[in-house]
């Protein structure tokens, strides 16, 4: 069972063309760059915002108060809509895999339903179609800025996501969700971080408990983390759900905004103390993180197999997009790994008691930044299906 929402996503590539026009015409200053991330209420904050990622090769998710913004800005680029949310873009996913499984949904539309794979089983807890489309910003390394007093060159591919769909704000629950998690053998929990409402928040977070005591002994519930558009919210949400969660996973983005400080992704010993600074606040029975460089699992379990199969699966997202194939997989998979990250998951598994993976090199012209936590997810969780229950 792989919840909690999904929505349509409108994918686009950034152009210096197009952003060094948006700089003139807003009239954006390289001093609001460095100054502390604001509210994106309009298209000129999105366009900042965009740029303070962008300067650093971040990744992020905000809620945007205008919906038109996200539609104005949209338009200026060449789009493409996909399904997004992390448990559709696992769910299609581990279908490619053989197997199986059924998505909860929030909200659904006649192009989520053209574009949703045939015979992939959903529920859904909206009472009518509802449209809220996500805006997934991608840009390349390399990308060069050159308007105003702004002159930058993105360090690093990424993406960003932006968002204001009420229907995944209220995350309600299907009244049979209980009845169905008593026949799962995996129940992927996402999506909450884009509630905004405290009081709808809690009372969603007290049914879903609820619903989870119907879930059988060795039963694996994942929880994958994101950025909240409610920054609070998260240590609710995981004060809420830790102690019914078995795997908790997160990016490198999501780690570091936890830490308030830059981790050296391939230093064991500086990732080593991050690990026992996030642990203090997220003592799930397994962490898993998931970086551009390596995979690791630090707790109970063995995940080497899982963490592998999510990175095979998430690289040849990124070198192939939606469209790869399982020749491309096999391709992939016989490529050789980063030397620093083979180097890096070495050290960290002598001197931790984690599984850890390294990373595939890679040098693409054009790659696929949107989804590849999401596809990362779904291949480690068809690795831990196969397997069967604990």
Partial sequence: MLGL???????????????EKLIIAYGVRAAELTSPAAAVVDERDLVVSILRYMSRGAGGEHYVASAPALTAFADRFPRRETLGGTS?????????????STLHLVTVNDTFRRLLPAGTEYVTSGAADTFYPHLIVQYDRG????????AMTAPAPNRLIYVNDPA??????????????????????????????????DARLALLRDHMRRLRPGAVTYFEDAAYHEPAFSRRVREALLD??????????????YLNRTVDLLDPADVAEALTEVRALIPAPTLVLHTKYWALAHGRGEYAEALDTGTVMAATRYAHGDDFTD?????????PRRPESVAFAAA???????????????????PTTVGLGDTFVGGFLAEVARKGPR
């Fill in 244 to 257: 019914r969660i078995d795997v908790y996973g997160l990016n490198e983005d999501e780690l570091q905004s």
């Fill in 168 to 201: 995944n704000g209220d995350m309600l629950l299907t009244a049979d969700l209980g009845d169905r998690l008593a026949a799962a053998d995996i129940f992927l929990i996402s999506g909450l971080n884009a509630m905004r409402d405290r009081a709808e928040l």
């Fill in 143 to 150: 990308l060069r800025l050159d308007a105003g007093d702004i």
């Fill in 327 to 335: 020749e491309d997989v096999e391709r992939l998979r016989r490529r």
């Fill in 88 to 100: 559709v873009r696992a769910g299609i996913l581990m279908s490619r895999l053989g197997v199986p």
């Fill in 5 to 19: 929402g999904g929505c349509v996503d409108y994918e686009l590539k950034l152009t210096a063309d197009v952003l």
């Fill in 348 to 366: 960290m598994r002598s001197r931790a008691v984690v599984d850890c993976v390294p990373g595939f090199a890679l040098d693409v012209e054009n």
